[in-house]
């Protein structure tokens, strides 16, 4: 069964950090390109980071978290990672995975995607 599971959502302090993993099952992540996206109540779902395939191991970042969030991955473990400090209350959402043959900004381009894992930024 072809699935995308994610985990380490939780409540966070503003300043605070999580780690974000999205792991694998029924085929080989590090084939494709895996993105991070977010959606907050009543926006819509917008890109945050991407890590290429292997053949093209670029990393993207959304302006708004460049220098705050670092994506990995580790092929041995057929998971990916979405590091994030210093957390600020906007960076509050629904987090989701997704594994496509590139990065994208088109959410149509991704063919897996998980159920998505709660961050939020609050004191």
């Known amino acids: 069964q072809v699935q995308l599971v994610e985990s380490g959502g939780g409540l966070v302090q503003p300043g605070g950090s999580l780690r974000l993993s999205c792991a694998a099952s029924?085929?080989?992540?590090?084939?494709?390109?895996s993105g991070w996206f977010r959606q907050a109540p009543g926006k819509e779902r917008e890109g945050v980071s991407c890590?290429?395939?292997?053949?093209?191991?670029?990393?993207y970042y959304a302006n708004s978290v460049k220098g705050r969030f670092t994506i990995s991955r580790d092929n041995a473990k057929n998971t990916v990672y979405l590091q994030m400090n210093s957390l600020k209350p906007e960076d509050t959402a629904v987090y989701y995975c997704?594994?496509?043959?590139?990065?994208?900004?088109?959410?149509?381009?991704?063919?897996?995607w998980g159920q998505g894992t709660q961050v939020t930024v609050s004191s």
């Open positions: 997704a594994a496509g043959p590139r990065c994208s900004d088109y959410l149509s381009s991704y063919n897996y």
């Open positions: 029924g085929f080989t992540l590090d084939y494709y390109a």
């Open positions: 890590i290429g395939s292997p053949s093209d191991g670029t990393t």
